[in-house]
């Protein structure tokens, strides 16, 4: 008994403890083994080899092999705090906190032992994450994955300052006060460790009995979270670097794509001097459920409900909820999700506005206040309008496009043919994007901070968006009256709005598919087209009819590139007609998508 009181500072009744304690609840997985652990043998057996090798360095250099009993409570306690402020595993499976609070001491003292202060670097910033997440989760039930960072890097200030309300300010305060205090105590009590070697001896036993704890799970009721801090810088380190190869990812496809007008093409249709406009509008996150051509309950859309040429496709399916994807989608003659498509349904050429350049049309681009920055979504979607002669940014509000289209109508005579390519916020968060005094759904929340705790107000601003679009359109159409035109009009992709819990589309990522299983992938689609531009070619008015026939199929965002084409007759060689809502034998969209009763 004395000499294990010199080797491990005594008395037990620490060791003895958390002996107990660990027997205890392992226990309850024991009683029902199934013979399949939840970690390999290896990481106990590697541990231990750890523990045993430095330990027995301690013994030779006669320093002890493990900390006094009074600072291993001290970790102890520490470590229960750090699990339950940072890891949302640990109130999901309590049964499998042991190992997380063991993981935890591991952690800590082996850091220490390699890197004393140096430690530090790593779990400053990794507390800050933890924190970040554990808000994330409470808030918007999402977590720090690859998406969310992707989406993250690409917002703007807009949004940054929409997350950055006066509560959340004070939060970040509090938690890095928190933080402060947390890492003086982990300094405080390491300090009273004696030598950095009893420290990795100590670090490796934490190790063990967690390894060793993991191992009694069935392999089956084994949660990753569990091995909290160690899987989870891990993880975080492998989810930022996904989110930059992923963004770089995006970016590069689009910038290698070669313009589909290197090759012959040409329009039978039109001479270039009918004054035609097209209209080709990228929507921003709007769900078809929420419109009420679509049959919602609230008029969302009463003007485009009150045409009646309006060609409306009440279920589209978008390729993707990110929306450079989708863009890639839509503007050029990739299929699906150009991550995870198969080599049949990627872009091989870039986008459609180039044919329309090539085929006597001038291009001019109209954006919210988001293209003036250099990120990802930006220089996407620089890629694909490269064509245009003139790019427009609306900072104050979508409204400031509307003198901006007016005057490029004027600029050019009615004889020419245009394209007008108009993308703006929309329905993206936050719901910003609409007049306070003309806004049908009151009370309304704008801000995005803890949507669950208003989930009416927030769905009040996310159906005044919508509103506010119809009557964007409506402005535009207005300024076209008279001038033989089209409007299509499809939106990138849809939003979470507390469906299960989730909001925005940072969840959307967290299981794999769950996007294509809910109604957040069906988003808002019509083409509306004047009499003038009916009257103009035989082949307009009876491609359109077709287009009517079509529009109750189940369409994707893979035809818009073809539809552009078939409906102004312009042939080229990447043309395909069974992806041509304006042609007879259209296939309709067969890719993922949700059940017809899906939430
Ligand atoms: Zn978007």
């Avoid at 300094?187 to 967690?210: D, E």
């Avoid at 279920?315 to 990739?334: F, G, V």
């Avoid at 991550?339 to 001019?364: E, I």
């Avoid at 939003?495 to 990522?509: D, F, I, K, Q, V």
């Amino acid at each position: 008994m004395d000499k294990l009181r010199r080797i491990f500072g005594l008395p037990l009744l620490y060791w003895g403890a958390i002996v107990l304690y660990t027997a205890f609840i392992s226990l309850f997985f024991v009683l029902r083994w199934t013979g399949e652990q939840g970690v390999s043998v290896w990481f106990p057996l590697a541990a231990a080899a750890v523990a045993l090798g430095t330990g027995w360095l301690c013994k030779r250099r006669s320093l002890p092999v493990l900390p006094q009993q009074n600072i291993l409570w001290g970790l102890t306690l520490l470590c229960i705090l750090y699990v339950f402020c940072c890891n949302i595993g640990a109130f999901v499976v309590p049964s499998q906190m042991h190992i997380s609070v063991f993981m935890t001491m591991g952690t800590m003292l082996v850091l220490w032992g390699l890197l004393r202060y140096g430690a530090l670097l790593f779990w400053a910033p990794f507390l800050l994450l933890q924190f970040a997440q554990f808000a994330a989760y409470e808030q918007y039930a999402t977590r720090l994955n690859s998406l969310v960072i992707a989406e993250a890097m690409e917002a703007s200030d807009a949004e940054f300052a929409a997350y950055m309300s006066t509560g959340n300010v004070v939060l970040l305060l509090l938690v890095l006060v928190a933080i402060a205090v947390m890492l003086f105590l982990q300094v405080w009590l390491l300090k009273k460790v004696r030598s950095r070697m009893t420290s990795l001896a100590a670090g490796g036993l934490f190790f063990f009995l967690a390894f060793a704890g993991a191992w009694l799970v069935p392999q089956n009721e084994m949660y990753e979270d569990a091995f909290w801090p160690t899987y989870t810088a891990y993880h975080l380190e492998e989810s930022v670097r996904e989110a930059f190869y992923h963004n770089q990812q995006t970016v590069r496809i689009a910038e290698e794509l070669h313009s589909p007008a290197e090759n012959a093409s040409s329009i039978s249709t039109l001479n270039g001097t009918e004054g035609v406009v097209l209209v080709l509008h990228i929507g921003e996150s709007v769900r078809a459920d929420r419109m009420s051509i679509n049959g919602y309950e609230r008029d969302t859309t009463p003007w485009l409900r009150s045409r009646t040429d309006l060609i409306n496709f009440p279920r589209c399916i978008s390729a993707a909820h990110d929306t450079c994807q989708a863009q890639i989608a839509l503007l050029t003659n990739a299929r699906r999700d150009i991550h995870t498509a198969d080599a049949s349904m990627k872009p091989t050429t870039g986008s459609v506005l180039d044919l329309f350049r090539a085929n006597g049309f001038r291009v001019y681009a109209f954006f919210g206040r988001r293209v003036g920055q250099q990120l990802k979504y930006d220089r996407v979607v620089r890629l694909l309008t490269r064509c245009a002669e003139e790019r427009f940014n609306a900072p104050e509000s979508p409204w400031t496009s509307i003198p901006q289209i007016q005057a490029v109508l004027q600029s050019n005579p009615q004889t020419g043919n245009l394209v007008l390519f108009v993308n703006n916020e929309g329905s993206h968060t936050p719901f910003y994007h609409f007049d306070e005094a003309t806004a049908p759904f009151k009370p309304y929340v704008r801000e995005f901070e803890n949507p669950g705790d208003h989930a009416q107000e927030v769905n009040n601003a996310y159906d005044n968006t919508i509103h506010y679009t119809d009557e964007f359109i409506r402005r535009v159409v207005s300024l076209l009256q008279g001038r033989p035109f089209v409007y299509v009009y499809v939106s990138d992709h849809g939003e979470y709005l507390g469906h299960n819990g989730m909001w925005g589309r940072g969840a959307l990522g967290e299981k794999e598919g769950l996007y294509h299983e809910t109604t957040g992938c069906c988003v808002g689609m019509f083409v509306l087209a004047s009499p003038e531009f009916r009257a103009l070619h035989p082949h307009f008015e009876s491609a359109l009819q077709r287009m009517s026939k079509n529009a109750a199929l189940q369409v994707g965002h893979e035809h818009l590139f073809h539809s552009l084409l078939g409906l102004f007759g312009i042939q080229s060689p990447y043309y395909d007609s069974q992806l041509d809502l304006s042609s007879e034998g259209v296939l309709p969209y067969t890719g993922p998508a949700p059940a017809a009763d899906a939430e």
